[in-house]
């Protein structure tokens, strides 16, 4: 399975990009990159597109090492960029779901070819790690 794009095809790829994403955007194309390009954000989107609906806990138990504060800040950016949808249920105590909205899952389509790269690739991950241990 090779999905590489050739010279050409970038080429053309980076033209059509950079007439949208130009110096006027400066500000949103940080902002986004900030935000779906850090490791919470991807782990979010992940579990949200591959187990659904979630609460706020059930997030939290899903992505290990991720703090309370971490998971707040990246859900608020997240919603606020469009890529999840919060949902309040007026219970008591309140119920607060979240959910991959269709630019979410947008998200996560272009993702996952990136997280089957890693899968893919473990094993030469700790190789040339190991390698590069053995000669600090």
């Not at 090779?2 to 949208?20: F, H, L, P, R, Y």
């Not at 900030?34 to 979630?54: F, Q, T």
């Not at 389509?109 to 390698?131: C, D, G, Y």
Request: proline fraction near 3%; charge should be neutral; hydrophobic fraction near 40%.
């Amino acid at each position: 399975m090779n999905n590489q794009m050739t010279a050409d095809e970038i080429e053309i790829a980076w033209g059509s990009i950079c007439k949208v994403l130009n110096k006027d955007t400066d500000d949103i194309k940080s902002a986004i990159l900030n935000h779906v390009g850090n490791k919470w954000s991807l782990y979010i989107i992940h579990a949200l597109g591959i187990d659904g609906r979630m609460r706020f806990s059930n997030l939290q138990k899903h992505i290990n090492g991720i703090s309370q504060k971490m998971l707040t800040k990246s859900l608020r950016e997240l919603e606020r960029d469009g890529l999840i949808s919060r949902t309040v249920y007026p219970e008591v105590p309140p119920r607060v779901e979240y959910e991959l909205n269709s630019l979410g899952r947008g998200l996560l389509v272009q993702v996952t070819p990136l997280w089957f790269w890693i899968a893919n690739s473990v094993n030469e991950f700790k190789e040339a790690r190991a390698n590069y241990d053995k000669t600090e």
